[in-house]
């Protein structure tokens, strides 16, 4: 009896297996195609993506920024009297929407005869707008007296909020600003004000680590690179122009950016979302020559600037929450030996914040000046700090040298 009913029990499970393998296959093609895949597409975003697994209502402050980051601003919206670009977009566009494009800025001010550095105006700063709206003489034209001049080349967004959640403290144990250690590197931390909220915090946003946030490099971006001013920054500001002059050039009352009335943001809050939002580019393929070449990379010192991974900190957001961050920098101030000779914000004027190379592929002219057409001409213009790391590359083998530019074309 009792084998009886446990072969009853048998037959009846195996055929509860049959329709639980019916509906198990459906089940998995379901998520095949509704999970997996998307998924993996997830896992590996293409340029221009958003993080995997916003919430919808995160996807929809995505696309209102984005779509805010694109927009293309006339004088009526607030641009200029001077500007170098008409959207965020269109700086920012190569290879996907946030990259970076063939617009460089010009930074210009002057060094005495003492070798100290100064801005022709402070409130003005080191940026001389390229272009104007053509009426009533409100073009910035940089002073003959100038004996510093440098051109600037945008740097991508991808990841941008992955960066910005990272501790301050993760960047001030990095730092190492008397050299201690004795390795010839010293990094420093480029502490700022954050505009938004008045804290001092690590700089990690531009080639001068002049912001550590994104709602702060965003204002800053939309007031000198657009002429438009915000609720952060509300004050025009152009080297030359007189208030008396900008009030003809520009009319219109400050702060320009405001409230849209049907989302209660403002174009600052868009672009914030926007950035924080995108995500990083994903590494090309890996085979064993890139890993070999990553090895060559540690062993020679480039790591110990370009830090593989760093860490965000604890968040509310599981996306922002303790993610890793491979972005091959450890966002301090250097100087290797290739600064533009312009002090800003923390920055001396020979430091320059070592760049991320995630997306490095994907990127080309190299460098802040964008002097360095490839990966090995980067390599070759490192000295100061990166001087003992350069001799050990001319040191290598050819083989060596070789993976690791398979590996730097991998990132
Ligand atoms: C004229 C071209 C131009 C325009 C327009 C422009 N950018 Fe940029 N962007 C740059 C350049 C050049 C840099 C590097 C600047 C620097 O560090 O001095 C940069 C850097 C950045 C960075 C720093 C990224 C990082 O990881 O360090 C952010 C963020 C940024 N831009 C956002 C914006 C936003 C938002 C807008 C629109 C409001 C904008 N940009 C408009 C050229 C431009
Ligand atoms: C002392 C810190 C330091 C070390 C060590 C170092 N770098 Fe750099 N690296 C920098 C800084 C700072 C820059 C930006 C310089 C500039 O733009 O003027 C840079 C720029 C680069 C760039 C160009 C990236 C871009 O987006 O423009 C590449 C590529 C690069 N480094 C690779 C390497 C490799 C490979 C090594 C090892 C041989 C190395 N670096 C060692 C700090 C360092």
Redesign the pocket.
């Known amino acids: 009896m009792i084998v009886a009913r446990r072969m009853n029990g048998l037959v009846r499970v195996s055929r509860l297996r049959i329709s639980e393998r019916v509906v198990g296959m459906a089940v998995l093609a379901w998520l095949l195609t509704a999970w997996v895949f998307p998924a993996q597409a997830q896992l590996r975003p293409l340029p221009g993506d958003p993080l995997p697994r916003l919430t919808p209502v995160e996807f929809e402050l995505f696309r209102l920024g984005l779509d805010d980051?694109l927009e293309v601003e006339d004088a009526e919206e607030g641009l200029g009297p001077a500007?170098?670009?008409?959207?965020?977009g269109?700086?920012?566009n190569v290879p996907a929407i946030g990259g970076i494009?063939p617009?460089?800025?010009v930074?210009a001010g002057r060094v005495d005869a003492n070798g100290d550095y100064s801005d022709f105006d402070s409130s003005a700063g080191s940026?001389f707008q390229?272009f104007s709206i053509p009426t009533h003489g409100c073009q910035v034209v940089i002073p003959a007296e100038a004996n510093v001049i440098s051109r600037?080349?945008?740097?991508?967004?991808f990841g941008?909020g992955l960066?910005e959640a990272i501790l301050d403290d993760t960047l001030l144990r990095l730092a190492d600003p008397l050299d201690l250690d004795r390795d010839g590197v010293s990094g420093r931390a480029a502490v700022v004000e954050d505009l938004a909220t008045g804290r001092l915090r690590v700089g990690?946003?531009?080639?001068?680590a002049?912001?550590a946030t994104?709602i702060a490099?965003?204002a800053d971006?939309?007031l000198n690179?657009?002429g438009?001013t915000s609720d952060l920054f509300p004050t025009e500001q152009s080297f030359g122009i007189t208030p008396e002059l900008m009030r003809i050039c520009d009319p219109l009352p400050d702060p320009e950016d405001i409230e849209e009335p049907a989302t209660g943001q403002r174009?600052?809050d868009n672009?914030e979302a926007?950035?924080r939002f995108l995500a990083p580019i994903g590494r090309g393929l890996i085979d064993d020559s890139v890993l070999a070449g990553e090895r060559v990379f540690l062993e020679i010192g480039c790591a110990v600037c370009h830090v593989p991974v760093l860490e965000t900190g604890p968040s509310a957001n599981p996306l922002f929450d303790r993610k890793t961050v491979p972005l091959f920098s450890d966002l301090l101030l250097h100087d290797v030996a290739t600064g533009d000779g312009i002090g800003?914000a923390a920055a001396e004027p020979n430091e320059i914040?070592t760049p991320?190379l995630w997306g490095l592929r994907f990127r080309r002219p190299l460098l802040?000046d964008g002097s360095a057409a490839t990966p090995l001409e980067a390599i070759r213009s490192h000295g100061g700090e990166a001087g003992r790391s350069r001799e050990n590359f001319e040191e290598l083998d050819r083989p060596s040298r070789s993976v690791l530019l398979t590996f730097l074309a991998s990132l």
């Open positions: 980051f500007y170098n670009g008409t959207s965020c269109a700086c920012h494009s617009v460089a800025g930074r940026l390229l600037r080349v945008p740097i991508p967004v941008a960066v990690r946003f531009g080639w001068k002049q912001h994104l490099f965003g971006a939309y690179e657009m438009i174009g600052i672009f926007f950035m800003q914040r991320a802040h």
